[in-house]
Each structure stands twice: as C-alpha cells, then as structure tokens.
C-alpha cells in the first residue's frame, strides 16, 4: 500500500521557518521524483520545488517564488522528503502537499497547513 504523510505545517509568524516532511512507504522512493506543491484559497496548485531521483542526479528545482528561501532534500534511509522553509510570507499560506510521480504514476499525500502571519 502506498502512503504519503505530510506533516509538520503550523502556524508560523512572519519571517519564521517551518520543516515540511513526508514520509512515504509502499514505492521505490529511489527511483522517483518528489514534489511539494501548495493551494491557497481560491487558488491552483502550484508546484513549489522538486528534486529528481537518485538515479537522475537528486536535482532540485524551485518556483521563483520560494527560490532562496526554500530548500528539498530526500533522506533514502527514511525514505522521506523534506521541505525546509526559511523567511516565509503571509503569501506562503497554503495547503502543502508531497508528490510523487513518475511517468503514468501519480501518487499525492493529504497535505499539511502552512499559515504565516503577518
């Protein structure tokens, strides 16, 4: 069976940090790509940062919105991925949700509130 759970969201001030984390199980975590995406209110979801899998180098890329601020790192032992977010903005506040995907595969977590207050 395959789970992804976030967790870690909470209520943060302005200009704090929070650590994402998503614990999966039930797949190659290796072998896949992750992401983080959000959805605010009335809003798409957007992808925030993504790292390839290990046989692809482990690259991450990020949404120009969060670039310098927000960090994606995979821990293969704990078959976990993280989201370290630094500096956050009112405009951070969103659902967060750990993807996993790779070709016609599609595998998404439940998600995690961020709030930020300003």
């Known amino acids: 069976q395959v789970r992804l759970v976030e967790s870690g969201g909470g209520l943060v001030q302005a200009g704090g940090s929070l650590r994402l984390s998503c614990a999966t199980s039930g797949f190659a975590f290796s072998l896949y790509p992750m992401g983080w995406h959000r959805q605010a209110p009335g809003q798409q979801r957007e992808l925030v940062a993504s790292?390839?899998?290990?046989?692809?180098?482990?690259?991450?890329n990020y949404a120009d919105s969060v670039k310098g601020r927000f960090t994606i790192s995979r821990d293969l032992a704990k078959n976990t991925v993280y989201l370290q977010m630094n500096t956050l903005k009112p405009e951070d506040t969103a659902v967060y949700y750990c993807?996993?995907?790779?070709?016609?595969?599609?595998?998404w977590g439940q998600g995690t509130q961020v709030t930020v207050s300003s």
């Open positions: 993807r996993a995907s790779r070709g016609s595969v599609d595998y």
């Open positions: 790292i390839t899998s290990v046989t692809s180098g482990g690259i991450a």
